[in-house]
Protein backbone atom coordinates (compact mmCIF):
# COMPACT_ATOMS: atom_id res chain seq x y z
CA UNK A 1 0.00 0.00 0.00
CA UNK A 2 1.02 3.43 -1.56
CA UNK A 3 0.14 6.65 1.18
CA UNK A 4 -0.08 10.28 -0.92
CA UNK A 5 -1.33 13.09 1.18
CA UNK A 6 -2.27 10.85 4.15
CA UNK A 7 -4.39 8.91 1.63
CA UNK A 8 -3.52 5.29 1.11
CA UNK A 9 -3.70 4.04 -2.60
CA UNK A 10 -5.13 0.54 -2.67
CA UNK A 11 -3.93 -1.52 -5.62
CA UNK A 12 -5.89 -4.85 -6.99
CA UNK A 13 -4.10 -8.27 -7.51
CA UNK A 14 -3.26 -7.17 -11.14
CA UNK A 15 -2.39 -3.97 -10.69
CA UNK A 16 0.13 -4.70 -8.00
CA UNK A 17 1.43 -7.14 -10.32
CA UNK A 18 2.12 -5.06 -13.34
CA UNK A 19 3.75 -2.32 -10.79
CA UNK A 20 5.99 -5.33 -9.74
CA UNK A 21 6.99 -5.85 -13.18
CA UNK A 22 7.76 -2.09 -14.06
CA UNK A 23 9.79 -1.51 -11.31
CA UNK A 24 11.47 -4.86 -12.07
CA UNK A 25 11.78 -3.65 -15.30
CA UNK A 26 13.36 -0.05 -14.48
CA UNK A 27 15.56 -1.66 -11.93
CA UNK A 28 17.43 -4.39 -14.75
CA UNK A 29 17.75 -1.06 -17.13
CA UNK A 30 19.37 1.10 -14.26
CA UNK A 31 21.50 -2.20 -14.02
CA UNK A 32 22.47 -2.02 -18.02
CA UNK A 33 23.06 1.27 -17.62
CA UNK A 34 25.86 0.38 -14.76
CA UNK A 35 27.72 -2.19 -16.75
CA UNK A 36 27.33 -0.02 -20.12
CA UNK A 37 28.86 2.90 -18.00
CA UNK A 38 32.22 0.82 -17.43
CA UNK A 39 33.00 2.40 -20.91
CA UNK A 40 34.31 1.62 -23.93
CA UNK A 41 37.32 -0.55 -23.71
CA UNK A 42 38.51 -0.66 -27.20
CA UNK A 43 42.47 -0.29 -26.93
CA UNK A 44 43.66 2.61 -28.59
CA UNK A 45 47.30 3.24 -30.13
CA UNK A 46 49.66 5.19 -28.91
CA UNK A 47 52.10 7.75 -30.96
CA UNK A 48 55.52 7.93 -28.94
CA UNK A 49 57.82 9.76 -31.44
CA UNK A 50 60.38 11.26 -29.85
CA UNK A 51 60.73 9.11 -27.28
CA UNK A 52 63.02 6.24 -26.97
CA UNK A 53 62.02 2.56 -27.55
CA UNK A 54 61.58 0.79 -24.04
CA UNK A 55 62.34 -3.62 -24.89
CA UNK A 56 59.96 -5.73 -22.97
CA UNK A 57 62.31 -7.00 -20.28
CA UNK A 58 62.29 -3.02 -19.03
CA UNK A 59 60.00 -4.26 -15.55
CA UNK A 60 60.05 -0.22 -13.83
CA UNK A 61 59.59 2.88 -15.71
CA UNK A 62 62.34 4.30 -16.99
CA UNK A 63 60.83 7.42 -17.52
CA UNK A 64 60.55 8.54 -14.25
CA UNK A 65 63.01 11.82 -13.64
CA UNK A 66 65.89 9.62 -11.60
CA UNK A 67 65.58 6.44 -13.80
CA UNK A 68 67.95 5.53 -17.08
CA UNK A 69 65.50 7.85 -19.28
CA UNK A 70 64.45 10.28 -17.07
CA UNK A 71 65.52 13.28 -19.32
CA UNK A 72 62.36 12.41 -21.15
CA UNK A 73 60.25 12.73 -18.28
CA UNK A 74 58.18 15.42 -19.60
CA UNK A 75 57.14 14.49 -22.72
CA UNK A 76 56.81 11.10 -21.77
CA UNK A 77 53.94 12.70 -19.11
CA UNK A 78 52.15 14.79 -22.09
CA UNK A 79 52.48 11.52 -24.06
CA UNK A 80 51.07 9.24 -21.43
CA UNK A 81 48.03 11.81 -20.53
CA UNK A 82 46.91 11.22 -24.52
CA UNK A 83 47.38 7.68 -24.27
CA UNK A 84 45.44 7.78 -20.77
CA UNK A 85 42.57 9.76 -22.59
CA UNK A 86 42.13 7.24 -24.84
CA UNK A 87 42.49 4.09 -23.18
CA UNK A 88 42.20 4.85 -19.32
CA UNK A 89 39.81 7.27 -18.91
CA UNK A 90 36.49 5.94 -19.72
CA UNK A 91 37.10 3.21 -17.02
CA UNK A 92 39.50 4.85 -14.37
CA UNK A 93 38.07 8.47 -14.47
CA UNK A 94 39.46 11.88 -15.51
CA UNK A 95 42.84 12.04 -14.10
CA UNK A 96 43.12 8.89 -12.74
CA UNK A 97 40.35 9.49 -10.38
CA UNK A 98 37.93 7.07 -10.42
CA UNK A 99 33.93 7.22 -10.11
CA UNK A 100 33.93 4.31 -8.30
CA UNK A 101 33.58 1.74 -10.83
CA UNK A 102 36.77 0.80 -11.04
CA UNK A 103 40.23 1.51 -8.91
CA UNK A 104 41.22 4.87 -8.84
CA UNK A 105 44.94 4.62 -9.98
CA UNK A 106 46.31 7.14 -7.70
CA UNK A 107 45.61 5.13 -4.78
CA UNK A 108 46.67 1.57 -5.43
CA UNK A 109 49.11 0.57 -2.95
CA UNK A 110 50.09 -2.57 -5.02
CA UNK A 111 50.47 -0.68 -7.77
CA UNK A 112 54.22 -1.63 -8.43
CA UNK A 113 56.10 -1.14 -11.80
CA UNK A 114 55.97 -4.83 -12.10
CA UNK A 115 52.50 -5.00 -11.25
CA UNK A 116 51.20 -2.72 -13.75
CA UNK A 117 53.42 -3.79 -16.53
CA UNK A 118 51.42 -6.85 -15.98
CA UNK A 119 48.09 -5.52 -16.13
CA UNK A 120 48.61 -3.66 -19.05
CA UNK A 121 50.01 -6.06 -21.00
CA UNK A 122 47.84 -9.23 -20.26
CA UNK A 123 45.05 -7.45 -18.97
CA UNK A 124 42.94 -8.89 -16.18
CA UNK A 125 40.10 -11.42 -17.51
CA UNK A 126 37.80 -8.91 -15.92
CA UNK A 127 37.45 -5.98 -17.90
CA UNK A 128 40.16 -4.24 -18.86
CA UNK A 129 41.57 -5.91 -22.30
CA UNK A 130 45.32 -6.61 -22.75
CA UNK A 131 47.15 -3.82 -24.30
CA UNK A 132 49.65 -5.52 -25.72
CA UNK A 133 48.40 -5.57 -29.29
CA UNK A 134 47.81 -1.71 -28.86
CA UNK A 135 50.25 0.20 -26.97
CA UNK A 136 54.51 -0.74 -26.96
CA UNK A 137 56.15 -0.54 -23.94
CA UNK A 138 57.57 3.71 -24.57
CA UNK A 139 53.52 3.91 -24.36
CA UNK A 140 52.80 1.78 -21.50
CA UNK A 141 55.05 3.12 -19.67
CA UNK A 142 54.54 7.17 -20.88
CA UNK A 143 50.68 6.49 -19.54
CA UNK A 144 52.54 4.96 -15.93
CA UNK A 145 54.60 8.39 -16.09
CA UNK A 146 51.24 10.44 -16.51
CA UNK A 147 49.18 8.72 -13.67
CA UNK A 148 52.23 9.30 -11.51
CA UNK A 149 52.70 13.01 -12.19
CA UNK A 150 48.83 13.45 -11.05
CA UNK A 151 49.19 12.02 -7.62
Not at 15 to 34: D, P, Q, T, W, Y
Not at 54 to 59: F, R
Not at 83 to 95: D, K, L, S, T, V
Amino acid sequence: MFIINNNPLKFNRKERACLKASLMLIGSMSLAGLAYGHGDVTPQGLDTEGLPEISKDVLSNPFREDAEHGEYYELAAELGKKGYAGNCANCHGIEAMSGGLTPDLRELTEWDDEYYIGRVVNGTGGGMPSFKDNLDRSAAWAIKTYVESVQ
